[in-house]
């Protein structure tokens, strides 16, 4: 006998059954060591799946920050004898690990995303969302940059799949988190994962944030309801992320002229990442896969 | 005192031995290269340091392989794990040829600067808050996750390792027949 979390019981009774108070809080510590302003810990969903919360900051420092951060976990998970991955979907038929992005955007002190709009937001703060849900599928090339990725981007599993905003709405890809001041206007990018590179991933979002401003493009209305109890009907006009690194490559390559406003990312930038990006596709779609045996092996 | 100077004095004061050079390749994963402290002065953050960058996937043919990264003063901080006391810089890549940042570097790409002056609608700093989850698989004390159809172990000499050798494990439906498939990368 032992004090063991239950399926999907990780989130979160105290320890025992939580093993992990200690190497999560060393983790912590010495990120915040190394310059990270920590907010919080907890055990997940999935059996050994966890949580760490760092506060905003400005692009480049998050993105530097991201990099501290996974070299923490990699080096205590280590020394505690254990290993840690990233990896948005290690386990079959459990929760994937993704990353939360939260955005706003500001002039000076103020945010401009806090408004008299939905949810307390502004008119920018629409636009840019909907810039995001409009280059969504570029984005994902960035965002969701290993073949893994897209294990984790299936319905079910809490996975944000579909391209709507929504207030409090946990199942949204873009949801609007209810804040009580207007300092705190924000909404949160919930379809990336931490398998790709952050300097791109931040990049690439702030480009169609920015792109969906100068457009005006609106993101049509909120979608405050359960968005995996949609019927058939409902699900057809509302847009999805991709379903492969071969499609967010494609999407990419197609959409990527809001990238190149002013030369922040170049073609050959674009180009290069592609490339590099489609031999993971091509070694991946031409290996034999484990589960290939089990399905095929006595055809 | 500039951010030049304070990385000066944190290297006397911390009695660092190694300073080490980061920076991130296309895919993300962060890279670092080790200068002994005395190869270290102020006009290192001017001049960087050589590399070779013809070996990072992706980027320079190796007849232009020569490259610069030039140290984030502002980023200095220690490693926390190293035996031997350690400054950690993020560095951005700049050509040798004109000295301005390479194309291919995604902390130039990122950096704000460079998109807030390509796009004057708005005066702006965006933050992110990020939240992350990792997987931990509790593989020391040999308890290996339940209801799963193959298990990645990376193991090496009996310790577990980062390093990419992979043993798979193919479980038949009724769990019976076990197959092992060794991968080997590299």
């Known amino acids: ?299 | 005192m500039s951010d030049i100077s304070k990385v000066m004095k944190m290297i006397k004061d911390k009695e660092v031995k190694f300073v080490d050079l980061r920076f991130t390749d296309t895919k993300g994963k962060w890279q670092h290269t080790a200068q002994t402290v005395e190869t270290i002065d102020e006009s290192t953050f001017e001049d960087g340091i050589m590399f070779d960058g013809s070996s990072i996937a992706g980027w320079k043919s190796i007849d232009k392989a020569d490259m610069i990264l030039k140290p984030d003063p502002s980023t200095a901080v220690m490693d926390p794990f190293t035996a031997q006391p350690q400054l950690v810089l993020f560095c951005d890549v700049i050509e040798p040829d004109d000295g301005k940042p390479y194309e291919l570097d995604p902390r130039s790409t990122g950096k704000s600067r460079r998109i807030f002056k390509s796009n004057l609608v708005l005066v702006i700093l965006l933050f992110l808050v990020l939240k992350l989850n990792f997987l931990s698989l509790m593989m020391s004390n040999g308890q290996l996750i339940r209801n799963i159809l193959f298990t990645v172990l990376i193991q090496k000499k009996g310790h577990i390792t980062l390093e990419p050798r992979w043993k798979v494990e193919i479980w038949d439906i009724d769990q019976k027949t076990k197959v092992d498939i060794f991968l080997f990368l590299l």
């Open chain 1, 1 to 299: 006998m032992g004090h063991r979390p239950k399926d999907k019981g990780g989130y979160f009774p105290v320890p025992p059954v939580d093993s992990a108070t200690d190497i999560r809080a060393e983790m912590v510590s010495t990120m915040s060591e190394m310059g990270l302003e920590m907010e919080k810990h907890h055990h997940e969903v999935a059996p050994s799946q966890h949580e760490l919360g760092m506060k905003f900051g400005p692009l480049i420092k998050s993105a530097d920050d991201l990099q501290k951060y996974k070299y923490c976990v990699h080096m205590v998970a280590q020394a505690y004898g254990k290993t840690a991955t990233f990896m948005p979907k290690p386990v079959y038929n459990d929760n994937g690990s993704g990353m939360h992005v939260h955005q706003s955007v500001w002039k000076g002190n103020k945010s401009v995303f806090a408004g008299n709009g939905y949810n307390g937001l502004s008119d920018e703060c629409l636009y840019y969302i909907g810039g995001i849900i409009k280059h969504a599928k570029a984005i994902n090339a960035f965002s969701n940059a290993t073949t893994n990725s897209y294990k984790r981007l299936i319905p079910g599993f809490e996975a944000p799949v579909l391209l709507a905003y929504s207030f409090r709405n946990r199942s949204a890809a873009c949801r609007v988190p209810y804040v009580s001041s207007p300092k705190a206007a924000r909404f949160e990018v919930r379809f990336g994962d931490a398998s790709g590179n952050p300097y791109f991933t931040f990049a690439s979002m702030l480009m169609a944030g920015i792109d969906g401003i100068k457009n005006k493009i609106h993101p049509g209305e909120a979608m405050d309801k359960d968005l995996y109890a949609l019927s058939e009907e409902e699900l057809k006009g509302v847009p999805t992320v991709c379903g492969s690194l071969r499609e967010a490559l494609d999407s990419l390559d197609k959409d990527r002229d809001f990238l190149k406003a002013g030369n922040v990312f170049t073609d050959n930038l674009i180009d290069s990442y592609i490339a590099l990006k489609m031999d993971e596709v091509l070694q991946f779609e031409h290996t034999p896969h484990p589960v290939e045996f089990k399905m095929y092996y006595s055809v």
